[in-house]
């Protein structure tokens, strides 16, 4: 074991002294780039996702506020008998009576 990882050091001590050569410099340049231009983008999943939360947070909103509108409606029958103030305590002279009136 210990030959293996000797020469395994030397052969990576020579990896790392070999400087890369480049031989043909445009050819490399122009297959990244062919490469770049291939490569799908994953922008319209996120943009899908993105579409997906905000429709799902307005319709969360919605749930939200006719559930709390449910919960705090009054129904309209039930409280115009408990505002009405029958006749005969109704003062002559009070500003509310005759807005009752009208």
Known sequence: MKKEEMNYEKWLEQLKKTPPVLENPDALTEDIMRAVKAAPF???????????????????????GLWVAEAVAVDPILSSEVTRIPKPYQSKHSPRSEAMRD
């Open 42 to 64: 994953r922008n319209r999943p996120v943009r899908r996702l993105n579409f997906a939360a905000w429709c799902s947070a307005i319709a969360a909103t919605l749930l939200l």
